[in-house]
């Protein structure tokens, strides 16, 4: 059984890093206006995306159903506002690639009608878990913290596993971010009950919320909450600031002092982990038959002249934002969706805010400089260092700048969280986080490659199968046809011929019966008549 530990333990490696937290705290979370035009892309989340089920020119209300997900590992998309279906296509989508996707096009009728989602409940804490799934599924919830998860798979724990604590993390530890510190303060109420329902759900035995040292605001909020709603069993811990505490493996060493085992889940040691947003959209779906068609948004960076949070509807165009955050200052110089350590540049500010849209950072050339041309490696050791997943980062880059795809798995390639330690403290400035995502990238398309390969090799080896038995099959009709001839007398057999032509003859002479003794019925009938 996993416990609590009396003191926060400390996790290998990490980075005190300058917060730059403040600047994006010193105005109230406000909800952001709703905009003409909406793009809501279908994938959203980690897994498959949804399917559009509306068509140009459809009518819609906020929070109805516009696509439906297509697999377990899936979540649906809820229009944000009520308007008109303009077009389903692709469109930009914000991605490190600047590629297009699917999206669905709407345009606002200014009204904000909502629609009938059917996902409120009554008597929620007497309800059976896969209820609240299947509601919370429906609504389309995936993890806010970043990762884009469906929620409704993490509260399906399985038969076969025990929930010994939930883990709310609020542990928003990535520098100029503020969204999670912001609801903290600002809707603590949602948080709170999200907790109570995602804990019936999982049946967890124990509830820890984790929070940095740093939000002595956040955490009274949270705990003026609980003594308000009388609740003792949820316990906030204060843990250490530094990047990366709020990573899901990192906080729940902090917490317990138990590891999640490499390329495993946090629920192979009892733990389910989610975010204090996540939390707050169930309270609302439940509670509220409220889909996820918004989320808080922190607009930062020397690049805007007011940073601050906004309640944001799901498909707002980025630069809709940052002109309600004062527009844009002189010293904008780069895009980036998510923080300074693991977000990525955006080419346009036309792009929409998404589910997993946590922090739009308009960054001054000092916050976000150009890097410097890499140099060969040192052999320093500092990426080791700091690792926070107590990897080797030399050894990922030399096998994946090689394209050694099994040696560097070897390595545990996958237990990296790309959180950039190794990359801000290396002195040759070799972008390492880029080789490990190229070196994940190359193994995924490797697998699927394989798969495609299996399933054709699967579906031949089933095709030469189905060929035989249909090849057996008709030499068993043919050896059947054969003994059928093997039993008929043989044309050449004179007693056979013989035998053939008084069988004629005494058909014809039966026929020759039959046909008078008809005859002769048929006169002594009419006969009869007269």
Known sequence: MVTLLEKPATFPGGLHLPSEKSRSLTEPLTSAA?????????GQNIGEPAEAVVKPGDKVLRGQLIARSLGYISAPVHAPT???????????????????????????????????????????????????????????IVGLGGAGFPTAVKLNPGPDHIVDLLVINGAECEPYITCDEALMCCRPDDIIEGIRIMRHALRAKQVVIGIEDSMPNAIECLRKEL????????????????????????????????EVPSQGLPIDIGVVCHNVGTAAAVARAIHHGEPLISRVVTVTGAGVA?????????????????????????????????????????NSDRLPVIKTSNCILAASRAEAPDPPHPQPCIRCARCADVCPASLLPQQLYWYAFARN????????????????????????HIPLVQYYRFAKTEIWDMEREREKADLARRRHEARLQRLEREKKALEERRARARKALD??????DADAKKAEIAAALARVKARKKETQAATGQADGGNGDGN
Do not use: W
């Open 34 to 42: 709703i905009p003409a035009r909406l793009h809501v892309p279908l």
């Open 82 to 140: 009520s308007g008109t279906v303009r077009d389903v296509g692709d469109y930009p989508v914000p991605h490190p690639s600047g590629l297009s996707a699917p999206c669905i096009v709407i345009d606002s009728d200014g009204e904000d009608r909502a629609a009938e989602t059917g996902l409120q409940m009554d008597r929620v804490y007497e309800a059976d878990p896969a209820d609240i799934r299947q509601r919370v599924r429906d609504a389309g």
């Open 227 to 258: 003594e308000r709603v009388g609740e003792t069993e949820i316990r906030i811990v204060a843990v250490p600031t530094r990047y990366p505490a709020g990573g899901e493996k990192q906080l729940i060493y902090t917490l317990t002092g138990e």
């Open 306 to 346: 007011r940073p601050r949070n906004f309640d944001v509807r799901i498909g707002t165009p980025i630069g809709d934002l940052v002109e309600q955050a004062g527009g844009y200052t002189p010293d904008v110089a780069r895009l980036l969706m998510g923080g300074p350590m693991m977000g990525f540049t955006l």
């Open 405 to 428: 795809l099994e040696k560097v798995q070897d390595y545990n390639l996958f237990d990296c969280i790309e959180c950039g330690c190794c990359a801000l403290v290396c002195p040759s």
């Open 487 to 492: 039993k008929k007398p043989k044309a050449g």
